[in-house]
């Protein structure tokens, strides 16, 4: 079982940064690939970026590449999302999962946070 607690969301102008946590209990973190995704208001869960357990290979959305970086402390059980020029479309629930299998599908991911809110106002 692995429970997992976001944090660090909250309401950033245009052109602000923002940088998520995902907290992770249990004693086998670096067993998972942990990844973030997000829904905006009618919109459905989209993938946004991955990380191997080792840390050694990312992945990411076309869309926050260049923009978002993903890391990992597996010492500290925590996974981070640095989001860097935000934009109004980037506004959503954002939700940190793990998954045993090195995977973006949201399908395969078991464990999920609660999910913490990211504002851009336009």
């Known amino acids: 079982q692995v429970q997992l607690v976001e944090s660090g969301g909250g309401l950033v102008q245009a052109g602000g940064s923002l940088r998520l946590s995902c907290a992770a209990s249990?004693?086998?973190?670096?067993?998972?690939?942990m990844g973030w995704f997000r829904q905006a208001p009618g919109k459905e869960r989209e993938f946004v970026a991955a990380?191997?357990?080792?840390?050694?290979?990312?992945y990411y959305a076309d869309s926050v590449k260049g923009q978002f970086t993903i890391s990992r402390d597996n010492a500290k059980n925590t996974v981070y999302l640095q989001m860097n020029s935000l934009k109004p479309e980037d506004t959503a629930t954002y939700y940190c999962?793990?998954?045993?299998?090195?995977?973006?599908?949201?399908?395969?991911?078991?464990?999920w946070g609660q999910g913490t809110q990211v504002t851009v106002p336009s």
């Open positions: 249990g004693r086998t973190f670096s067993s998972y690939t």
């Open positions: 999962a793990a998954s045993l299998s090195i995977t973006t599908q949201a399908t395969e991911y078991r464990y």
């Open positions: 990380i191997r357990g080792s840390g050694s290979r990312t």
